[in-house]
């Protein structure tokens, strides 16, 4: 098992950024594939992006593209999510989550498919 945390969340304006940080435990966070959704108030959780086990391959949901990076750090088990270009549309609670995954290689998309989650911290963008 795996447990997470989430730090970094917060108040922004239009334009501004912000890093995510999730912290997992335990000694085998390279054996997870992350990653990050976020829900906002009255709508379904979404994808925003993932990275593979050894953070060579990472996918993102269209609306977060060019302005949003996932990384990772396996010697500190954290994975981030550098936020850039906030817009309004961005706030919401942002979830991290891992999955046990046998390839190097490989990120998942659908929320289903992730075992583990972090308990969500809010991101608020102001226009």
């Known amino acids: 098992q795996v447990q997470l945390v989430e730090s970094g969340g917060g108040s922004v304006q239009a334009g501004g950024s912000l890093r995510l940080s999730c912290a997992a435990s335990?000694?085998?966070?390279?054996?997870?594939?992350m990653g990050w959704f976020r829900e906002a108030p009255g709508k379904e959780r979404e994808f925003v992006a993932a990275?593979?086990?050894?953070?060579?391959?990472?996918g993102y949901a269209d609306s977060v593209k060019g302005r949003f990076t996932v990384s990772r750090d396996n010697a500190k088990n954290t994975v981030y999510l550098q936020m850039n270009s906030l817009k309004p549309e961005d706030t919401a609670v942002y979830y991290c989550a891992a999955r046990s995954e046998l390839t190097l290689i490989s990120y998942r998309i659908k929320g289903e498919e992730y075992a583990y989650w972090g308990q969500g911290t809010q991101v608020t963008v102001s226009s």
């Open positions: 990275i593979s086990r050894n953070g060579g391959n990472t």
């Open positions: 335990g000694r085998t966070f390279v054996l997870y594939a």
